[in-house]
């Protein structure tokens, strides 16, 4: 596509129900990665997908945090059992080549009440 | 660990005046590259300037410029003839120069007001 595609754009939920964050990135990038941006805060690195490797999970805050990268296009974050903690913004933004810089997408603001 | 560091939380400049956003940043490596990033109100993340740390001169972007001085691990954001569109978050970003495509470090950002 045209740009990195995040869905849904706003996602309410209540405190212990799952919840499933889309990223569709740029055709032909193959780096994909999620941060996540609290109120206030700078960007902190979640995940991140490089081609057929494993990917770095080192940035995931806990064991209730998954994401995978279906044949290395869309990418799916998932929360379980959330927390009022994770109420942020999450950012996903894919790249052909780090160097460059990433395009992000417009991000999905989760609040859960 | 490589950190970014924005001292700036906020900063405020009059429209068509020249503001600099300041960013130092911690690192090892002798090889990276720096980012300025801006974040306007709908969200999206938009890359204003790079520059790559082998490269002595200064990257420019129109009316957006860095002072980037290796040494002191400083890469500063200039902005002149400042606009209203102008105002948002700016983050700025480091990135190894290693293999692979490595994640991003960010700051914490500095929110820019325009005031017209």
């Known amino acids: 596509g045209a740009g990195v595609s995040q869905s849904p754009s706003n996602k309410v939920t209540e405190k212990g129900k799952d919840v499933e964050l889309r990223c569709d990135p740029i055709?032909?990038?193959?780096?994909l990665y999620w941060y996540r941006q609290s109120l206030g805060q700078g960007l902190e690195f979640l995940i991140y997908?490089?081609?057929?490797?494993?990917?770095?999970k080192s940035g995931l805050p806990s064991d209730r945090f998954s994401a995978e990268r279906t044949g290395g296009s869309v990418s799916t974050l998932t929360i379980q059992r959330t927390q009022q903690e994770d109420s942020a913004v999450y950012l996903c933004?894919?790249?052909?080549?780090?160097?460059?810089?990433?395009?992000f997408g417009s991000g999905t603001r989760l609040t859960v009440v | 660990a490589q950190t970014v560091t924005q001292s700036q939380p906020e900063m405020s400049v009059q429209e068509a005046e020249t503001v600099t956003l300041s960013c130092t940043y911690d690192?090892?490596?002798?090889?990276?590259?720096l980012f300025w990033y801006k974040q306007p109100p709908s969200r999206q993340m938009i890359l204003v300037i790079r520059?790559?740390?082998?490269?002595?001169q200064n990257a420019t972007e129109n009316r957006f410029s860095v002072n980037f001085q290796k040494a002191a691990k400083s890469f500063s954001l200039k902005i002149s003839d400042s606009q209203l569109g102008d105002a948002a978050m700016y983050f700025c970003a480091y990135r190894s120069a290693g293999s692979g495509n490595t994640p991003l470090v960010f700051g914490k950002g500095t929110r820019l007001s325009v005031i017209a």
């Open positions: 055709s032909g990038h193959t780096a």
């Open positions: 690192t090892s490596e002798s090889d990276y590259y």
């Open positions: 997908f490089q081609g057929n490797s494993a990917p770095d």
């Open positions: 520059q790559e740390a082998y490269k002595q």
């Open positions: 933004a894919s790249t052909h080549r780090a160097s460059y810089g990433y395009t």
